[in-house]
Structure formats: C-alpha cells, structure tokens
C-alpha cells in the first residue's frame, strides 16, 4: 500500500562549522558558493540530507564533498528552523560543529563549493543563509565543552607542550589563564603522558613534550571521574 502525506514536508540539510587551530588562532573551514542562492559568498559547508542516509553520514559525505575532509571529529550541535531561513523552500538544518587541526588535511573545494578557505574566527566575512548565527552557536558550544570535556587535544597535533596547551586554551576561551594553576590542575588528572622529546619554542629553553591518553580518560570516565578546567 502506497502512502501520500497530506500536508507539505520541510526540505532537511545539514551545516558544518569546522574548526581548526594553527598554534596563532581559531580558524573556521568556509566553502565559497558556486550556485545560486548566494552564489559567490562565504558559507558553511553542508547541503541536503539524501532519503538513504542518516544526519550523520551526510554531514560527513557534504565535508567530503565540498572541502575534503574526512575522519575528523563530528558532533551534533543544534537544529535551526527559521521560517525564512533559506529563500528557496522551507529548509530544516541540523548542523554541527567538527574539530581538526589544518596541518592535516588539505583542503579543496568540490561539487558545488568554488573554494575552501580556513579564515580567523576573529575575522569572518559576511555569511549567506543564517551561518553568522550557527558559528556564533557552534563557538558557543565549543567554548563550553572545553571547560568540562578533553575535547581541545583534537585541535592539536600528537605531541604538545603545555604552554602550547594553555595558549589553546586561553585562544579558545578569550581569557589568559594563571600558568601555574593552569599545569598543576592539568597535570593533576593524570592524563597527560610526559614522553622522552622536548620541543624548542622560539628562543626559550626546550619544553616537555606530552601527549593525551584517550584510553585512559574513557577509563576513568566510566569510574565517575568530571574532567573540568
């Protein structure tokens, strides 16, 4: 038996706020459109969710698409259903917020995005459709999550520093942090493994090298433990 709906149905898209750090600043990932509407302006990368599909795997094949990343860290963020949102039709958009760090992917811009480019969250152009209003959610939520999830080690590469840690930190967050505050409380979760390298920093002596130790945190996750900065 055949169903028809009686009512008119929302079109379904998906929005992707890609956020990377390259040591200086938080960058966001924007594809230039190459159709109409807003064809020639700055826009997340996203586009309609395909009936054989789930959110997920079409916010995954529309980074792929139109900017070629791949295996980065994804997570739903909010859902944006403004009545006027999208000048073509009634467009519902489930949008996310990815995390990665620009050194390893390189970009390119596909199907129907005319070009890739990561700009300072400080400096974005103007954006088509509501994406000024989902980054600024997306940086909303990212500032957050930093405090209570070890979500910031996917903006950095293996091997760290703590000063490079902190200066993620207090980049993401707007606000310088005590030094010593911030290493002791840090170091205290037992987390960071402290490795046999050192890294030189401009003209300051060679620092220790860490890096985090996921297998450990999901362990003591589960014991209860509240990773909070």
């Known amino acids: 038996m055949k169903h028809v709906y009686e009512y008119p149905r929302a079109a379904l898209t998906v929005d992707c706020v890609v956020f990377g750090f390259d040591d200086t600043e938080l960058k966001v990932l924007l594809i230039e459109r190459g159709l109409d509407p807003f064809k020639g302006?700055?826009?997340?990368?996203?586009?309609?969710?395909?009936?054989?599909?789930?959110?997920?795997?079409?916010?995954?094949?529309?980074?792929?698409?139109?900017?070629?990343?791949?295996?980065?860290?994804?997570?739903?963020?909010?859902?944006?259903?403004?009545?006027?949102?999208?000048?073509?039709?009634?467009?519902?958009?489930?949008?996310?917020?990815?995390?990665?760090?620009?050194?390893?992917?390189?970009?390119?811009?596909?199907?129907?995005?005319?070009?890739?480019?990561?700009?300072?969250?400080?400096?974005?152009?103007?954006?088509?459709?509501?994406?000024?209003d989902i980054l600024a959610t997306a940086l909303q939520r990212l500032r957050g999550k930093l405090r209570y999830e070890p979500i910031g080690f996917e903006l950095l590469p293996p091997k760290f520093t703590l000063s490079r840690l902190q200066h993620l930190y207090e980049t993401v967050l707007g606000t310088p942090l005590d030094k010593r505050n911030f290493r002791k409380k840090?170091?205290?979760?037992?987390?960071?493994?402290?490795?046999?390298?050192?890294?030189r920093e401009g003209a300051h002596r060679p620092a220790q090298l860490f890096r985090f130790d996921p297998v450990r945190y999901e362990k003591l996750k589960k014991k209860g433990f509240h990773f909070e900065l």
Do not use: C
């Open 186 to 199: 840090v170091l205290s979760f037992g987390l960071l493994l402290p490795l046999n390298e050192t890294h």
């Open 41 to 132: 302006q700055w826009a997340l990368p996203g586009g309609f969710v395909h009936v054989d599909e789930t959110l997920n795997e079409a916010a995954r094949r529309e980074l792929a698409e139109e900017t070629g990343l791949e295996t980065v860290f994804l997570e739903q963020l909010y859902t944006f259903s403004r009545v006027d949102r999208d000048p073509r039709e009634r467009v519902i958009s489930v949008a996310y917020y990815a995390l990665t760090k620009p050194a390893d992917h390189r970009t390119h811009a596909t199907t129907d995005a005319a070009d890739a480019q990561w700009f300072p969250v400080s400096k974005v152009p103007a954006l088509a459709f509501d994406h000024a």
